[in-house]
């Protein structure tokens, strides 16, 4: 039933999307844009024209949005989304995958069960997926925050998350530039792997290569600990090679500085389209005054990720980590 109501919502969005393509020339993620905010609004921009306004609200009569669940409309965006996303040639419009996501939202729910309420970041939140899945997994109040640079994947962010009822605070802006941020309890994201073009910006970073461009993918994990509270925690999803690249032995040195490495756990190579694509979860623990190292770090070798019966046990042993490891 649940999936055939997230067909019915995906399939309205989509036939909508297309129409406003057609009709406006745009690509499919800037009309999915549209689409979003004229089911937001339940009527179509002022400044469209009668034609299309008399097709969207054609529309708009053949969808009940209050019938669906956060979660159904979180889906459907998402699939159409992944259907932009395919057209879309630029590798930052791409999408954290559900189960990594939701296992993200599993870890942070762990990590931070002693917390009365949780201050919450993405530093490259994109379409804001990532986000939306941990703060549906967390049951303490969030303060959610959410930084993009791209102006489409923003777009995306702001109305997946209105139209699922979330509140987030979202900055348009390059996430390596500073923020007005109050610290955070944790930070999530999805690491961007490359290059950073703006040499002069990295220049202000420890994290800065001695020659050459920096990797962006070591100046976020720095920035994220700019924003973060002492005893708080950064999740990444990290690309494998973050600790053996030709600038991890800075970056080793940085972490042990300034935290604590509290598990690593390997995602399994099934869940990436090629072996060198291949990623794993970091978890930090920011040092602080009352701040320990877990008695040991939490590593795991994650199977495949559909296997519900080997997903279960090491779902009970890591259960069993974090009652003993997560005292402060």
Not at 53 to 74: C, G, M, P, V
Not at 110 to 123: C, V, W
Not at 167 to 185: A, G, K, N, T, W
Not at 293 to 320: F, G, T
């Amino acid at each position: 039933m649940e999936k055939m109501k997230v067909d019915v919502l995906f399939t309205w969005l989509d036939e909508t999307t297309q129409l406003i393509q057609q009709h406006m020339e745009e690509t499919y993620l800037d009309s999915l844009s549209i689409t979003l905010e004229t089911l937001f609004f339940q009527q179509a921009a002022e400044d469209m024209d009668d034609i299309l306004t008399h097709k969207l609200e054609s529309a708009l009569k053949n969808i009940q949005l209050d019938t669906y669940e956060k979660f159904e409309i979180r889906k459907a965006i998402q699939l159409a989304i992944l259907k932009g996303m395919k057209d879309s040639t630029q590798q930052q419009h791409l999408m954290t995958p559900e189960t990594i996501a939701m296992l993200i939202g599993y870890l942070t729910n762990k990590l931070t069960a002693k917390m009365d309420s949780i201050r919450l970041f993405d530093p490259a939140s994109g379409t804001g997926n990532l986000l939306t899945i941990v703060m549906e997994q967390l049951e303490q109040p969030v303060q959610a925050f959410g930084s993009e640079v791209d102006p489409t994947l923003i777009q995306l962010a702001v109305w997946n998350a209105n139209l699922q009822k979330t509140s987030i605070e979202f900055f348009h802006q390059d996430s390596l530039r500073p923020f007005l941020l109050d610290p955070v309890d944790v930070v999530v994201a999805d690491l961007p792997v490359g290059y950073y073009p703006d040499d002069v910006r990295a220049s202000d970073f420890e994290l800065k290569a001695d020659e050459g461009h920096s990797y962006a993918h070591h100046l976020f994990i720095e920035q994220s600990m700019n924003y973060t509270k002492d005893g708080g925690y950064l999740l990444f999803i990290a690309p494998n090679f973050l600790f053996d690249d030709d600038q991890s032995a800075k970056l080793h040195k940085y972490i042990q500085k300034h935290a604590y490495i509290s598990g690593v756990l390997q995602l399994p190579e099934t869940a990436f389209k090629a072996k060198e694509n291949a990623k794993c979860i970091v978890i930090l623990q920011k040092k602080g005054e009352q701040v320990q190292a877990p008695k040991q770090p939490l590593l795991v070798q994650l199977p495949s990720l559909s296997n519900a019966h080997a997903m279960e046990d090491i779902l009970s042993k890591m259960n069993d980590w974090f009652n003993e490891n997560t005292n402060n």
